[in-house]
Nanobody, 120 residues
Framework: QVQLVESGGGLVQAGGSLRLSCAASGVILSIDLMAWYRQTPGKQRELVAEITVGFATNYADSVKGRFTISRDNAENTGYLQMNKLKPEDTAVYYC??????????????WGLGTQVTVSS
């Protein structure tokens, strides 16, 4: 079982920056996809950014040019650098990782989430 732990959330003023981290632990053979999602009360969880094992990235239109996703394959850790934050970025941010824990075993794990609050 692969567990994810997020860190780096908090309260920041509009225009500021935060860096989220997501560390994976457990039996991991490979992490094929790392992603960050966010969710606000009453709304569906939405994809913010994702990065493949080959470092190809995809971003939601609302964060393009402001957020950067990255990963450290050696440390099984993912990051989300968030710059020029806006009040509408306020949400609980969740890390998701999909990969393999063995020749015939896959995983699709979620972290518990970290709160990001952007004040105006």
């Amino acid at each position: 079982q692969v567990q994810l732990v997020e860190s780096g959330g908090g309260l920041v003023q509009a225009g500021g920056s935060l860096r989220l981290s997501c560390a994976a632990s457990g039996v991991i053979l490979s992490i094929d996809l790392m992603a960050w999602y966010r969710q606000t009360p009453g709304k569906q969880r939405e994809l913010v950014a994702e990065i493949t094992v080959g470092f190809a990235t995809n971003y939601a239109d609302s964060v393009k040019g402001r957020f950067t996703i990255s990963r450290d394959n050696a440390e099984n850790t993912g990051y989300l650098q968030m710059n020029k934050l806006k009040p509408e970025d306020t949400a609980v941010y969740y890390c998701n990782m999909q990969g393999r824990s063995g020749a015939y075993s896959t995983f699709d794990s979620w972290g518990l989430g970290t709160q990001v609050t952007v004040s105006s």
